[in-house]
């Protein structure tokens, strides 16, 4: 296993557009986390599912957008009607989901969303 | 709502020197992680920190926590060019469904090592 894998690395779109990103986590771990990152800034948490339950989102994570992780495998994020604000880096994480002092996050390469 | 802070933003340094980064958070927190992150790259997990005094050391790096401060400090002892990146402090508040982590990350310091 060579740890937290994203698809595309990079995606260009029209606005308006929808997109689709994909997420392979490592894979014997439960938890898997969604960020967003922007240009000049840290990551920012959007979402977080244990197992094939989503549990958390945050208010970023506006009406457009979704993710489901159906098998408690690999997770999507979707992204319906693109606006050049959505233009950021979408990062996904993973983890065991050890006792709290345990906690260690993997994260993907990340999938750089153009919008023009 | 919490914040974290990191200073500086850039920094210029040369290789032999020493410097040290400050990450400060406004709320209290179990846990604490310094990342790396390359141009491009993904987020590499440097140090987690657990509680007051922690000390963590990692070849030129070391990073320590003191939770009564809400301060962090990552210190570069004798910089090479091959720690030039972007460094994240990143601090864990608890979901409400336990134990899983959210992750608030400052704004980054970006590290260049001149040669």
């Known amino acids: 296993d060579t740890g937290v894998s994203q698809n595309p690395r990079h995606k260009i779109t029209k606005r308006g557009q929808n997109v689709t990103f994909r997420c392979d986590p490592i894979?014997?771990?439960?938890?898997l986390y969604w960020y967003r990152q922007t240009l000049g800034q840290g990551p920012e948490f959007l979402t977080y599912?244990?197992?094939?339950?989503?549990?958390?989102k945050s208010r970023l994570l506006s009406d457009r957008f979704s993710a489901e992780r159906p098998k408690g495998s690999f997770s999507t994020l979707e992204i319906q009607r693109t606006e050049q604000g959505d233009s950021a880096m979408y990062l996904c994480?993973?983890?065991?989901?050890?006792?709290?002092?345990?906690?260690?996050?993997?994260f993907g390469s990340g999938t750089q969303l153009s919008v023009l | 709502e919490l914040k974290v802070e990191q200073n500086p933003l850039f920094l210029s340094m040369q290789e032999g020197k020493n410097y040290t980064i400050y990450c400060n958070y406004s709320?209290?927190?179990?846990?604490l992680y310094w990342y790396r992150q390359d141009p491009g790259k993904s987020l590499e997990s440097l140090f987690v920190?657990?509680?007051?005094?922690a000390v963590k050391q990692e070849g030129r790096l070391m990073a320590s926590l003191d939770t009564k401060a809400r301060l962090s400090t990552l210190h570069i002892t004798a910089a090479v060019h091959d720690l030039s990146a972007t460094y994240f402090c990143a601090v864990d508040i608890q979901l409400n469904t336990g134990t899983a982590s959210k992750l608030t990350f400052g704004t980054g310091t970006r590290l260049q090592v001149t040669l």
């Open positions: 994480a993973s983890s065991l989901g050890q006792p709290a002092t345990n906690e260690k996050l993997f």
């Open positions: 894979s014997e771990h439960n938890r």
């Open positions: 920190l657990l509680s007051n005094g």
């Open positions: 709320t209290t927190s179990d846990r």
């Open positions: 599912f244990q197992n094939e339950a989503q549990l958390e």
